[in-house]
């Protein structure tokens, strides 16, 4: 089945247990937003799944469209079609970044294109993310802006199609420009033909996102469950009145 089926994990950091039983699916072409207060879990997900080594798994199951996600290595999650986007992605010194995006597209699609072909994708993506091309000869996020190393993010997402994907507070510092740019890229994937479309896990704590990617799914999450789920409205709801009602239905006490 053609999903990214996550069930009743479990994970911790440094022997602290953080997520305490996540069931969650994701399909292709779907966005899912997952919202929720600082230390509610959401990046340990996020970093459990891709194979962070500092989150241990401690029971449950992953699976990316049939295949034991956990099993595999980081570099392997990756190969399957599972892409990270990072809150606050490293600078790569001495690594242009059209060189960069060359050998992450080799190593997940190999051959798939030739390098005048690469070249046209490449050019038609700066472009949609309205970047300058000089950009792609700048070493990867060194001295970027916030705003410019989201645009490489989204850059990479576009060149390399992952299967499911998950953003980690990519609307983090971002101006409207930078949201916008996130927002085509995202729109663009999921519609995709078919088959080939990207599922999407958007982890954030605001719906300031959300006024450019309509999710058909929100999860609410609280001390490490997700604790209410629901439609685009679930947003809304968070926007207006915060997670304290939400927090009280459940019974979480504040930490």
């Known amino acids: ?30 966005v899912h937003a997952l919202m929720g207060p600082n230390g509610s879990g959401k990046s340990t997900l996020a970093f459990s799944l891709t194979g962070h080594p500092r989150y241990e798994v401690l029971s449950g199951s992953a699976s990316l469209d049939g295949e034991d996600l956990l099993a595999l290595s980081p570099e392997k999650r990756a190969k399957l079609g599972l892409f990270l986007s990072f809150q606050y992605p490293a ?19 190999p051959d798939d294109l030739t390098p005048s072909k690469f070249r046209a ?7 949609a993310l309205d970047m300058d091309t000089a950009f792609l000869s700048r070493y990867v996020n060194d001295g970027f802006s ?5 645009r490489l993010e989204m850059l990479q997402l576009a060149m390399l199609s992952p299967k499911y994907a ?58 490490g469950r997700i604790v209410k789920s ?19 239905e459940a019974g979480v006490p504040v930490a």
Do not use: C, W
């Open 1 to 30: 089945m053609l999903v990214l089926k996550i069930e009743q994990l479990r994970a911790g950091v440094e022997g602290k247990e953080i997520l305490k039983g996540i069931d969650l699916t994701l399909e292709p072409g779907s």
């Open 91 to 109: 600078a790569i010194p001495g690594v242009s970044v059209a060189n960069f995006i060359r050998s992450a597209r080799q190593s997940v699609h």
């Open 121 to 127: 994708m490449i050019f038609e993506q700066v472009d």
């Open 146 to 150: 916030g705003g410019e190393k989201k």
């Open 166 to 223: 998950i953003l980690d507070e990519t609307d983090s510092g971002l101006d409207v420009d930078a949201l916008k740019a996130v927002g085509a890229t995202v729109n663009a994937l999921r519609a995709s033909d078919r088959g080939k479309a990207t599922g999407f896990l958007i982890i954030t704590h605001y719906p300031r996102i959300l006024q450019y990617i309509e999710p058909e799914h929100v999860h609410i999450m609280l001390d």
């Open 230 to 248: 629901g439609g685009p409205e679930l947003a809304d709801t968070i926007e207006r009145e915060g997670y304290d009602k939400i927090r009280d």
